[in-house]
């Protein structure tokens, strides 16, 4: 991969970081307000908890991939970016396009996902 596809890729992580990062500012300084009042039936309620639910594990997502953003972003100061971490071969640059954060070649993704499968 060439130094400007890899300042190209950084950008773009550093990009996707910042908006998480806004995302959750956002969220926190929104404050949730839940007023048992405002759902006054089961029906409300159970539709509270599984929007809450489905949010939190949003926010989960999120945090999954900021921290794996910052380790992409890690091995791009390391000089590591874009080598597999299993068998060391480059990382195909049309795959890092489309997932910046990938650690590992096509062929060892797949058959991680053969032995997950």
Known sequence: MSPAETEELRGILEE???KLIASARAAVSGGVH???????DEIDSASLDATLAFVGRLREREQALLRKIDAALARIEQGSFGDCSVCGDPIAAQRLRARPVATLCIDCKSEQEAHEG
């Open 16 to 18: 996707t970081r910042s």
């Open 34 to 40: 839940l007023d048992p009042d405002d759902f006054p």
